[in-house]
């Protein structure tokens, strides 16, 4: 889908998804997803989201899709504490999970880039900027202590100000070369055997 605009109707800081991804093997292209919470359903299936803009408030990408963002703008328009991701993997069998790469993260408030809504959760930014809305523990367990262990959160090569891992959760795992490989291409969401198969416009 190029170049179209999803637009929420909800009141400011309701709650109306801009659009839902409910089927496997979609794509979308300069497309801008806009709204406040629960933004972007993204369930589901194998995605890809292209030089997409995506805007909203808290859990604005959320759901069980298996989604690589290449060179997305992701923007925060929230006032305080607030998440990006909410990601629904509930075992580690599944292999859904949100891989963002030279994507840029900004906007407003005090944004984690990820909370542990399901035990499994799994969650990957690599080669991103990130200034300063990102919040220097970077992630969060949903006051669930016992998915510390469970989830599956990655940064990799990540630059800017809100990419320093100083202060970041301990259960975050800064990955090697070897370990954000499966994350960083196509093949995460099994691409060649349908992505590179569509019609150009």
């Not at 292209?29 to 292209?50: A, I, N, P, V």
């Not at 809504?117 to 220097?136: C, E, G, Q």
């Amino acid at each position: 889908m190029p170049r179209i605009t999803f637009a929420g109707t909800a009141a400011e800081y309701g709650t109306l998804d801009s659009a839902s991804v409910i089927r496997s093997l979609m794509s979308f292209y300069s497309c801008k997803f806009l709204g406040y919470q629960d933004t972007l359903c993204d369930d589901k299936g194998r995605h890809l989201f292209k030089d997409c803009f995506i805007q909203g408030t808290v859990d604005f990408i959320f759901g069980n899709g298996r989604s690589i963002y290449l060179n997305c703008m992701i923007k925060s328009v929230a006032d305080g504490i607030t998440y990006i991701t909410a990601q629904a993997r509930s075992t580690i069998a599944d292999k859904s999970g949100f891989a963002f790469v030279h994507c840029n993260v900004t906007g407003t408030g005090s944004a984690y880039l990820s909370r542990a809504w399901k035990k499994s959760s799994r969650v990957v930014f690599a080669y991103t900027y990130m200034n300063s809305v990102v919040n220097p523990q970077g992630w969060d367990d949903s006051g669930f202590k016992e998915r510390q262990g469970t989830v599956f959160y990655g940064e990799y090569k990540c630059l800017g100000p809100g990419a320093s891992t100083s202060r970041r959760v301990s259960y975050v795992k800064l990955l090697t070369d070897e370990q954000a490989k499966p994350f960083l291409s196509m093949t995460f969401i099994r691409g060649k055997t349908w992505v590179l198969r569509q019609p150009q416009l």
